[in-house]
Nanobody
Framework: QLQASGGGLVQPGGSLRLSCAVSGRMFSTYDMGWFRQAPEKEREFVARISWSGFSTFYADSVKGRFTISRDNAKNTVYLQMDSLKPEDTAVYYC?????????????????WGQGTQVTVSS
């Protein structure tokens, strides 16, 4: 089970940190990803991190502004979002890839959290 939290309303240029708590003992073996879905748009990849935390990858739209990290001792993955823009407004989902496909394609992710709303507006 994945539980995402940390969303909210923030002004342009502001910051938020999303968290995703994962139940179970196998978290440290999963690659993890963050995706988002804006109204009337398809779900899109945001960032992913390898099971070890040594490898990360970002969508071009968030590169340099967002940082994905994980704490395997706490079974939690984070998404630090800085310099937020109105176009970052979406529901953000965390997801677990049990088989470590090293992919940004959502079809390879086995488990999904319920989503947390991020709204960037003045």
């Amino acid at each position: 089970q994945l539980q995402a939290s940390g969303g909210g309303l923030v002004q342009p240029g502001g910051s938020l940190r999303l968290s995703c708590a994962v139940s179970g003992r196998m978290f440290s073996t999963y690659d993890m990803g963050w995706f988002r879905q804006a109204p009337e748009k398809e779900r899109e990849f945001v960032a992913r991190i390898s099971w070890s935390g040594f490898s990360t990858f970002y969508a071009d739209s968030v590169k340099g502004r967002f940082t994905i990290s994980r704490d395997n001792a706490k079974n939690t993955v984070y998404l630090q979002m800085d310099s937020l823009k109105p176009e970052d407004t979406a529901v953000y989902y965390c997801a677990a890839d049990l088989n470590r496909h090293d992919s940004s394609n959502p079809v390879f992710y086995d488990y999904w959290g319920q989503g947390t709303q991020v709204t960037v507006s003045s």
